[in-house]
């Protein structure tokens, strides 16, 4: 788990309009949420799942963010403009992802076991884009403002639209 100090660093390396530590430190709901999200979820892997809930109520009345302590976050994750986000009970996440407002990492329903998504490391999910159900999101994939997946989707691709479709293959977004 990262530091404190490595998280506001990746605040001032992902947002251009970060000025200043301090700033990022008072004003930044993207930070909290992650901060009260880890403390949360040490208590849920040690069952206090009650507590561990209160906790992240707390945190999304805080910042607009609701994430459940029982997902599972890397290192870095960098969240802009928070207000509406989700991330359900069973969503994996993997090391420097940049999530914007809106985006719902949910399930289909009544499901059991896994049934919210896996999201690779550096992926980007833009605004509103919504990732639906037991699927995965390859690693430095971006997905477009809006975008719904109901799908997996490969590693290092660009997708986009309603249902998510590849627009940008790896190579494609390797050439820029």
Do not use: C
Request: cysteine-free; hydrophobic content about 40%.
């Amino acid at each position: 788990m990262e530091s404190f100090k490595a998280l506001i660093q990746t605040y001032q390396r992902q947002d251009p309009a970060a000025r200043t530590k301090l700033e990022i430190f008072l004003t930044y709901p993207g930070l909290w949420a992650t901060v009260y999200y880890r403390m949360a979820h040490f208590l849920y892997k040690k069952n206090l799942k009650l507590l561990a809930r209160i906790i992240s109520t707390f945190a999304r009345f805080l910042t607009g963010i609701e994430i459940h302590p029982g997902a599972i976050i890397g290192n870095r994750l960098f969240i802009d403009h928070g207000m509406g986000i989700v991330i359900g009970e069973t969503a994996e996440i993997g090391d420097d992802v940049r999530m914007y407002h809106g985006v719902t990492l949910g399930g289909r329903g009544n499901e059991t076991g896994k049934r919210h998504p896996t999201i690779g490391d550096g992926v980007l999910l833009s605004a509103y884009v919504q990732v639906i159900g037991n699927i995965t999101i390859g690693s430095y994939a971006k997905i477009g403002a809006g975008a719904v997946v109901l799908k997996d989707i490969p590693p290092g691709v660009t997708a986009v639209g309603i249902p998510a479709e590849i627009v940008k293959t790896k190579k494609d977004n390797e050439k820029r």
